[in-house]
């Protein structure tokens, strides 16, 4: 099993930045890609971003490209998402996901999963 727990997230102006964070325990988090996904209210969850589990390949959707950077530090078993330029359409509560396999961007596909943190964009 593995416990995931998102931080950072909050309420930020247009423009602003956050970076989002992932903690896992119960194991060791090397063994496991991390993908980050969004959901707003009445819509879809979303896929944001994933991580292989040595941070080696990493994989964004079109429309955070450029935008968000995804990142790993195993040591400390966590997973970060840092945000820029934030827009008020990036309001969402954003989760993390893990699983063994990577590259996966369809949310059940995921194993486990974090409770969200509510990041909110204002104009």
């Known amino acids: 099993q593995v416990q995931l727990v998102e931080s950072g997230g909050g309420l930020v102006q247009a423009g602003g930045s956050l970076r989002l964070s992932c903690a896992a325990s119960?194991?060791?988090?090397?063994?496991?890609?991390v993908g980050w996904f969004r959901q707003a209210p009445g819509k879809a969850r979303e896929f944001v971003a994933c991580i292989s589990g040595l941070g080696r390949s990493i994989y964004y959707a079109d429309s955070v490209r450029d935008q968000f950077t995804i990142s790993r530090d195993n040591t400390n078993n966590t997973v970060y998402l840092q945000m820029n330029s934030l827009k008020v359409e990036d309001t969402a509560v954003y989760h993390c996901a893990a699983d063994v396999t990577f590259g996966l961007t369809i949310p059940t596909q995921y194993t486990y999963w974090g409770q969200g943190t509510q990041v909110t964009v204002s104009s």
């Open positions: 119960g194991r060791t988090l090397s063994s496991y890609a």
